[in-house]
């Protein structure tokens, strides 16, 4: 796998409470995502960064934030998660500034609000 | 908008057979297109991609991809199944040319090799 590392790898948390998801990569790559994954949906974005404090929403980034204060550090945070928000999350990263490289995965957050 | 395609929830085929699993695509411009494979508990493991060039593109573990512009399809198929291929696969698209390296993906198809 490539250098990225997703923690935490299972959270169970309580409908209103505040959770932060963290991506580190040690490819020192510029683009990273944000992704959940649902049965049905497949992966939908959620946010996305294409450099230090460059940040923006993707398709579902409703009731998410995202930070980057350093290259190697993509967090995702709910503010005040909801059952909806029960999912498994992946970061990914790409390098290139070119379109043509591939993006990788990280093992994935599975997430359960109760 | 881009948009991918994946019209089998799930695809059977017996070891040894050849497997074909399906991806259609919509974009405004020249695409960039990709193929994912999901184990169980893991994250998404790149096969291989279509950017320019031969219609044919072969990938890992055996696998091959043709893209057909005329057909905006991108179908991922190897010649001879393994159980071990048994997994959810996913087809992205890029759109070339845009602002922002946005990949969308399809709803994925579970790929079923029985022995």
């Known amino acids: 796998d490539a250098g990225i590392t997703q923690s935490p790898r299972h959270k169970v948390t309580e409908t209103g409470t505040p959770v932060t998801l963290r991506c580190h990569q040690t490819?020192?790559?510029?683009?990273m995502y944000w992704y959940r994954q649902d049965p049905g949906h497949g992966l939908r974005l959620i946010h996305y960064s294409y450099g230090v404090k460059d940040t923006d929403k993707g398709e579902v980034s409703d009731g998410y934030s995202v930070s980057r204060s350093k290259t190697e550090d993509f967090l995702l945070t709910l503010e005040s998660a909801t059952s909806s928000q029960t999912s498994v999350y992946f970061c990914a990263i790409r390098g290139q500034e070119t379109q043509n490289t591939e993006a990788f995965f990280g093992q994935g957050t599975r997430l359960t609000v109760v | 908008a881009q948009s991918v395609a994946q019209p089998e929830d799930q695809v059977n085929v017996a070891e040894g057979n050849p497997l074909t699993v399906k991806c259609t695509y919509s974009?405004?411009?020249?695409?960039?297109l990709f193929w994912y494979v999901q184990y169980p508990n893991r994250g998404l493991q790149f096969l291989l991609k279509y950017i320019t060039g031969d219609n044919l593109v072969k990938g890992s573990y055996g696998f091959e991809a043709e893209f057909n512009k005329s057909q905006t399809s991108f179908h991922l198929k190897k010649p001879s199944a393994l159980v071990s291929d048994s997994a959810l696969y996913f087809c992205a698209v890029r759109e070339m040319n845009t602002g922002f390296q946005k990949l969308v993906f399809g709803t994925g198809t579970r790929l079923l090799v029985s022995p």
């Open positions: 490819e020192n790559h510029r683009y």
């Open positions: 974009v405004s411009g020249n695409p960039y």
